[in-house]
């Protein structure tokens, strides 16, 4: 017996010196996990409660990395200005350009200095991530296995890059390369490239309760986004924090989204908030200067070191980095080294995009805009006390409007230097107009709201270009002399099928064809279909698919002014018709070619497929696909489905970008809405939230979104803390 128990304590013993202590630092995140509970509900979407804000922010990250650590880890790599460390050489610049504007050293100089409860939620941030990784040792980081709590600081709005990735990689390396501009045939391509781009863009609409059915306003939130680039989140804690919406993947605040009191949503402004200063450089023995005014001030020069794989291999390149006060030189324009300045404070950007989610009222949500670092947005605002609002940008520079500063300015006249920032009463600002409701679909503030909107001349030229596109048109349209609103009823005209550029664009086209003595007979067919169409479409649309390729042939090949938008060109070549026909048959030549017929129903060409979590999804013809009808912004389409069409092997266009995330909300008593998510909300293809949502997106059947924790019980299908899921 005696020997029994001698082996059994022998055995103890041994276990217990053979397993592992845990260090202090899991000690902590568990700790911490054992605050926060996660529910998925039917179609996975987290529903995360917190006792704190950091605990929420914990198990936030945690349920995103969940769901697509890949693209949280993407975000960063390329924010952190590290993405040539796995994409080789190649991304340097993108690199270079990070770095420019904030070193590593600087990223954690702002994480120190930032007030307490933001360094919290910093801490929370990297915590949940890396506690993530510690629970998954399967998951496999491209780069980063540790994230730090200074990471944020790079990625602090929440915009699609930012106002950072309006700065040419090219140009900078130009400048870096050779000390040069880039030659002005390369400037026209990038140009041509531009205007070819997919219009990126969102739609914010606002209906005052004297409107609706309930008497309660309602907001429309419809981002268009690239695919897949924000999860579907609810994130709830004890100190105050109950915001649902869509957080871009990595970052710890809901970006487009509502509480139970207000809800916001952001529109990319036509609000100038960069400049470019051409600087006068004067080389003193070994030093710099440059001329400001009557002085000579010394550059500011140091050195960075960016990594890059070059095969199996990483190595290491140097460069030099200059800054002045108006910002780093980034290229050269007019022979001149130039200096490009933006809105960089990314203290202030985090406690703005935070605090927003926590404002209950219009009074709060007003002091939260006089933090002003809001810089690449619009935003369209509601609230559960009956108010609507529109503020078209938030962060603008005060300049000498004697200067054009659509171009380079001369960095040696102190004139030219920003004075400040207008307060947010300079900003244009809608608040509760009579007409009873507020749209912005990335167009002119100056038809916002009717003619209640703001008047042009009453605000400086740089506040914002007036100028209009064919979804503010169409959305204008739909909202003039309507009431009776419900939630369905606003997510219907959000889906309306008619496309305005159309009626601009094709009437050109059939006179061009009939009014010619030598008429084409290949083209009579599809010309008459063009002719009796009503612009609208639709799955089963053969004409839209003739009008969009026809569209985007005209936009690429044909002479135009230099300079037009999209809208102005689409109303050019309705009037100016001399060469349009040759085009038309060259597309009809092409559907021919890809397809066999040129009877292609546009559900049979413009397609959804997603068959991997790849960032960058490869098409492939060959593969299941559904149809979708929408169609892109372009054409004036509110539900925007835009295509990448440049897919080796792949005929068909399949959507990359446009509705993504959107949602309707109800402000009342309670808070009430209904959200879709192309695809769904996981990046995993084994997973059935991968793919579950996109027949109800085909189909604009979106789901109810459970907000109050007794409906997300009702529909909850797993409930867990970080680290206890199987």
Known sequence: MNRIIYLLTFVLVLSCKTEKPKSPEVEKWEAQAANVEIIRDDFGVPHIYGKTDADAVFGLLYAQCEDDFNRVEQNYIWATGRLAEVDGEEALYSDLRAKLFMTKEEAKANYEKSPVWLKELCNAFADGINYYLYTHPKVKPRLLTHFEPWMPMYFSEGSIGGDIERISTKKIAAFYESDMALPEMELLQLEKEKEAEEPQGSNGI???????????????????????????????????????GA?????????????????????????????????????????????????????????????????????????????????????????????????????????????????????????????????????????????????????????????????????????????????????????????????????????????????????????????????????????????????????????DPYLPAFKALIPGLVKAYNSNNDKNPKLKEPIKMLEEWDYTTGEDQVAMTLAHFYGTAIGKHANQPKGISDMERMIYFGNNTEAVLPIFEEVINQLESDFGTWKMPWGEVNRYQRTTGDIVQHFDDAEPSIPIGFASGRWGALAAYGARYTTEGAKKIYGTRGNSFAAVVEFGETVKAKSILAGGQSGDPDSPYFNDQIERYRNVDWKEVPFYKKDVLKRAEETYRPGERN
């Open 206 to 244: 606002a209906i005052s309760g004297k409107l609706t059915q309930s008497g309660n306003p309602l907001l429309l939130i419809n981002p268009h986004t690239s695919f897949y680039f924000r999860g579907e989140v609810h994130v709830v804690s004890e100190e105050g924090l109950n915001a649902y």
């Open 247 to 495: 957080v871009t993947w990595g970052q710890f605040f809901v970006y487009q989204g509502f509480n139970e009191k207000t809800g916001w949503m952001h529109t990319s402004t036509y609000t100038d908030v960069m400049d470019e200063f051409k600087e006068t450089i004067v080389k003193n023995d070994d030093n710099l200067f440059y001329q400001y005014g009557e002085e000579l001030r010394p550059v500011e020069s140091s050195e960075i070191l960016l990594k890059y794989l070059d095969g199996e291999e990483l190595k290491e390149k140097k460069y030099p980095a200059y800054k002045t006060h108006h910002g780093p030189i980034t290229h050269v324009a007019d022979g001149q080294w130039t200096a490009s300045a933006m809105m960089w404070e990314p203290v202030k950007a985090l406690e703005q995009s935070f605090i927003r989610t926590k404002q209950n009222g219009y009074k709060g949500f007003r002091e939260m805009m006089d933090i002003r670092t809001n810089s690449s947005n619009n935003t369209v605002y509601v609230d559960a006390e009956g108010n609507i609002a529109y503020f078209h940008g938030n962060y603008v520079p005060k300049r000498d409007v004697q200067f054009n500063y659509t171009k380079p300015v001369d960095g040696s006249n102190p004139k030219t230097d920003w004075q400040g920032l207008h307060t947010v009463d300079d900003n244009i600002l809608v608040v509760n107009p009579e007409n009873g409701w507020i749209q912005n679909c990335n167009s002119t503030p100056f038809t916002s709201a009717l003619e209640f909107s703001p008047k042009k001349e009453d605000y400086p030229y740089y506040m914002s270009r007036d100028q209009e596109n064919f979804r503010g048109v169409h959305a204008i349209e739909l909202l003039k002399d309507r009431k009776g609103y419900t939630i369905d009823s606003l997510i219907r005209l959000a889906h």
